[in-house]
């Protein structure tokens, strides 16, 4: 399971300051493919990010923020199963908000196998 933080910007002085704090986190800038004056920000979320540090750039920031979201990605050889969201994603959806997505991907190893057979 993987978590990545989305966070859409107006503004480069507000991407500037989200890389300046968050250099030391795997993070990746795009444009927003419907509007390239407007910046996408990935943070891959884990346990080295500091929430406090976090909730005070988003407060700082709110004017520039378009919106965020936290994108849980799950790939599993389940097609069913509970799978619990780290704790502290779940203290940063409490704390923050935000949309919450998630992204489900049944991997079926028996399919593999039956292709390396072909």
Known sequence: ?????RIILNSV???DEFKSIF???????RHLNSDKSKYVILLEFNENIILDTLESYIEANQSDIISY???ISIDTEYDTRIIDVPDNVVEAIRRLGGDVRFKYTFIDEDMDEDMDES
């Open 1 to 5: 399971m993987s978590c990545i933080l």
């Open 13 to 15: 002085n507000s991407l």
């Open 23 to 29: 250099s030391d986190n795997n993070i990746e800038i």
């Open 69 to 71: 979201r936290f994108i």
